[in-house]
């Protein structure tokens, strides 16, 4: 018996434009998904052409989560998003550039495991110490929901009722294992009432129901009034990654999740709610493609970083910390 409450759709421009969304607001997001989905098509060329070592990931299909989620941050709030996220770093500002000059420098992004969410809950402890009015976000898998990590961040936070929301990108498929032999309840959010705090549960593809919910969630940690579970409900449109053809995914639950594409679902909400026209929509495809194919260049033609700065950055003295901890 499902616990966690269920998020409706939103239903109309007003509703959006009471949380604090404009139409402006409503065309750039249309530009992160565009970028978002590009930055990953393109990143599959390069590994076909051997530019990217290893394997490369992608979160096809789960666009509209990660952009929603950081369209709902707060400019000095703080987030941990894995690889299937990319939407979090393009909306936050990353510049495309730089993501493809990573994938190119040898510097692999880590797995969809929870090991960041105790740091975004740390987050959350000296946001709270320091009395600052910041909130952190923390994503993992609904498979990394039964490691260890999870758990003891979750409890932490609901006994301290830290300013911390948990996203579980529950796209149905631990690698090969589905959701029936990953855990027991109805849904990954049914577990926040444990915790002591609400669990959601939201149709990932929605990306104006994921940004209602994650603003409601953060706005509520900022209150001090504790974290929020936040399910969002997505299909692995692709394999756990490029070497993967996922064999094991029903094709019928391919097509079925095929026609709820977050950026088709989002371009045609903006075609029936906010008078999306075919010029503003070639205008905006026009410069993403421009966007992406410059970064690409830029980003070949970058040299690789010295090794001897690869420990910039890493360890913190005592002096460089504001507050150090041993006073």
């Given amino acids: 018996m499902a ?22 607001d409503l065309l750039d997001i249309y530009r992160h998904l565009l ?62 550039w730089r993501i493809f000059a990573q994938f190119l420098g040898l510097i692999a992004m880590v797995s969809h495991l929870p090991a960041m ?9 000296a946001f709270r110490i320091r009395e600052e009015r910041r909130v952190a976000i923390g994503w993992f898998g609904e498979g990394a929901s039964a490691r260890g990590d999870t758990h003891e961040a979750m409890n932490l936070a609901g006994v301290r009722r830290l300013p911390v929301v948990f996203i579980c990108d529950n796209n149905q498929w631990a690698y ?22 609400e669990g959601v549960v939201a149709d990932g593809t929605d990306l104006l129901a994921v940004f209602r919910e ?13 974290p929020t579970l936040i ?48 010029e503003q929509e070639s205008e905006i495809r026009g410069d993403v493609k421009k966007l992406l194919n410059d970064a690409i260049k830029r980003a070949e033609e970058s040299p690789l970083p010295d090794p001897s700065t690869l420990l910039e950055g890493v360890f913190a003295t005592p002096e460089d910390l504001e507050t150090p901890h041993h006073k």
């Avoid at 393109?42 to 990660?66: D, M, W």
């Avoid at 603003?215 to 009034?225: I, L, N, P, S």
């Fill in 3 to 24: 616990i966690a409450r269920e998020a409706e759709p939103v239903g109309s421009l007003t509703e959006i434009q009471e949380l604090g969304l404009d139409r402006e």
């Fill in 35 to 96: 970028v978002t989905r590009g930055i990953e098509e393109r990143g599959h060329i390069l590994y076909k052409q051997g530019k990217i070592p290893g394997s490369f990931y992608t979160g096809r299909g789960n666009e509209a989560a990660a952009v929603g989620i950081a369209m709902a941050m707060g400019p000095d709030d703080v987030g941990t998003p894995l690889h299937r996220d990319m939407g979090v770093h393009v909306v936050r500002g990353v510049e495309p």
């Fill in 117 to 125: 969410v105790p740091v975004a809950v740390g987050c959350a402890l």
């Fill in 176 to 197: 090969s294992t589905p959701t029936h032999l990953e855990y027991a309840c109805e849904h990954i959010a049914d577990r926040g009432k444990v915790y002591g705090f």
């Fill in 214 to 226: 994650a603003k409601r969630a953060v706005e509520k940690a900022r209150e001090g009034e504790g």
């Fill in 231 to 278: 399910e969002c409900l997505t299909l692995r449109m692709e394999g756990h990654a490029v070497h993967d053809d996922a064999f094991y995914v029903p094709k019928e639950m391919f097509e079925e999740w095929a026609k709820r594409d977050p950026l088709e679902r989002f371009r045609s909400w903006l075609r029936e709610n906010a008078d999306f026209t075919d």
